[in-house]
């Protein structure tokens, strides 16, 4: 009888614990991030500290329930149903995947979505106001590819064909093609689109595109940035310079970047957070955020490999 009182008072006590600590937190956050990368982790680390510094001058705390889908779209759905089934008070979608998924696991629950090229694109929305007018916002971290274009032109004058370089799989990446495409061929160049299905294919088709092209640009592109040392390994011996869309792919396998800072998108989607979970503000009427400047960057070592000097302009990319 002793053993048995000593064991439901520990339960007690456990339970009593674990109530306890769920009272302490004041707002429960569901992340779901595609794939592990330099850029998309720094904006899942923007958001966190973003809120949980809001948070704090409040009083307030926050439990993040942060998981990574590896890749997988699928994956996305499966952990944002989980999400909405923990009972969270907000999810954050990083990558455009993760954030269709969280659209789809909940129409109430708001979402703040980052690293997201296009949200008109993302959700299927027409009549593109700047607002997606349901329960999603967010930031998204699409530098200006006509800025982009013109850095290539800036870059390599002499160039005949450009190769876009991409994931099929990601929307995303196909909206940035088919923009830039336009601004490429307006300035004079053949431009030559090289799309590989998954990671499996990445070795493969950046050798066709070497091959084919005088330079490569590749869209802020998240299969291609987790393989960035796969293109690499073709490019670099193949003298093919390369062009990104954003600095971790540039620093993983390219010459030069018109570069946003993915810390920044993911501190602002935090702060909309905030506004949302604090203040009960509508995701539905809060504008899209972008970043608010961008930078020249180029990857010195690459630059070196390949004997190509950019101009005074451009930052070393640290």
Known sequence: MKK????????????????CGAESVDYKVGICQLVQHVALDAATQG????LTEKLAEDGK???????????DAATCVTI?????????DLMMGNATAALQA????????????T???DYATALDIEGWTGKTGSNITGTADLAPLDQQAAMIQELFPDAKVVGILYCSAEPNSVYQSDVISGYLTDMGYEVEVFTFADSNDVANVTTAACAAADVIYIP???????????IANVAIPAGTPIVAGEAGICGGCGIATLSIDYYDIGYAAGEMAYEILVNGANPGDM????APEVQKLYNAANCEALGISVPDDYAVLE
Not at 65 to 70: T, W, Y
Request: glycine residues 4%; contains cysteine; negative net charge.
């Open 61 to 71: 705390t926050v439990e993040f329930i942060e998981q990574n889908a590896s890749g």
């Open 102 to 113: 969280a659209a789809a696991a909940s129409v109430t629950i708001p979402v703040v979505g």
């Open 115 to 117: 690293s997201i090229t």
């Open 47 to 50: 958001f966190k500290d973003a």
């Open 287 to 290: 504008e899209i955020q972008y």
């Open 80 to 88: 944002c149903n989980q999400l909405v089934a923990e009972g969270v």
């Open 220 to 230: 802020t592109d998240n299969t291609a940035a987790s393989c960035t040392e796969t």
């Open 4 to 19: 048995i009182v000593s064991i439901i008072l520990v339960l007690a006590m456990v339970l009593c614990m674990a109530s």
